[in-house]
């Protein structure tokens, strides 16, 4: 692992607090290449624990953030990533939403909502088809993935009763 400065830490959670359309989780594939593969700062493996204590921790899925910022600088690196990643959406989202709402009848506006709309769905979609490619090498992951998927969409019961049954399953013994 080669440890970032904290303002290395700082800058590369700004660009990507700037690039999260649709919220961290339409960037882990970025995050994942940038922490994981250019900058070698976690592994791989890390990186999924990360991912699956983020989404098991309640509040948002921004978490992961914090988690590699913590692996990499300690505490202090844990604060300084999250605030990199919220800061700079936050200002944007606010003033944004005010013009927003003024422009609210406006046929741009509802241009700009038609065609963002595709762009989030693709880039959560890429998002799931990381973590699936990480877990083809096992077949219980794969197949519990795609189970999921299946389950979710269809029975349309609350996704964490999903993640239960994938704990039981893991705490089992059954995925690894």
């Excluded at 961290?24 to 940038?34: D, K």
């Excluded at 914090?66 to 990199?84: D, F, T």
Aim: proline share 5%.
């Amino acid at each position: 692992m080669i440890a970032p400065a904290f303002s290395t830490l700082f800058l590369r959670f700004c660009l990507f607090s700037l690039m999260a359309v649709g919220g961290a989780n339409a960037l882990l594939p970025e995050i994942f290449r940038q922490t994981v593969m250019v900058d070698h700062w976690i592994s791989g493996n890390e990186f999924a624990t990360f991912y699956a204590i983020a989404q098991a921790a309640p509040g948002p899925n921004v978490l992961i953030v914090a988690l590699i910022g913590w692996k990499v600088l300690g505490i202090p690196g844990a604060l300084v990533s999250l605030v990199g990643m919220v800061v700079p959406s936050s200002l944007i989202a606010f003033h944004v939403g005010k013009l927003w709402y003024r422009f609210r009848t406006s046929p741009w506006r509802q241009a700009i909502e038609r065609g963002l709309a595709p762009i989030t769905v693709g880039l959560v979609l890429g998002s799931g088809c990381l973590l699936l490619s990480k877990a083809a090498t096992n077949w219980h992951l794969l197949a519990l993935g795609l189970a999921t998927t299946v389950a979710a969409f269809s029975l349309r019961h609350n996704p964490l009763w999903w993640l239960a049954l994938a704990a039981i399953l893991g705490a089992l013994g059954w995925v690894v």
